[in-house]
């Protein structure tokens, strides 16, 4: 694509560029679908499922050895059963904003 053409990186970061998006398209995909099996299986809705986990979560978590993990689960957000696409979205973001780094990085060596 001419967007990576236009990047300044060199053949070996654009591969890895491209391998990143590509395994974090599919690992977002194949979660979404193997958590969705499993609410079908249970007979149960997302929202119940996912009130299980953060109860899960707040039952297992050991706060000294988790004490991030365990305020974030005290919080109630695991609780939430959060549309996909905002979470796809919200990483592929995070992941671009990490692309777009290395790219001004490439650009200010030159």
């Given at each position: ?76 957000v695991m609780d939430k ?30």
């Amino acid at each position: 694509s001419d967007l990576l053409r236009r990047t300044g990186l060199d053949e070996e970061q654009k591969m890895a560029v491209i391998l990143l998006l590509s395994n974090y398209v599919r690992t977002h995909a194949t979660m979404e679908s193997q958590i969705d099996a499993a609410v079908r299986a249970a007979g149960r809705t997302g929202d119940e499922v996912m009130a299980g986990y953060g109860q899960l979560l707040r039952a297992l978590l050991d706060p000294r050895q988790f004490p991030e993990l365990t305020a974030v689960a005290a919080s109630g957000v695991m609780d939430k059963n959060d549309p996909w696409d905002e979470n796809f979205e919200f990483g592929l973001d995070r992941v671009l904003d990490g692309v777009d780094a290395l790219v001004r990085s490439v650009a200010s060596q030159d």
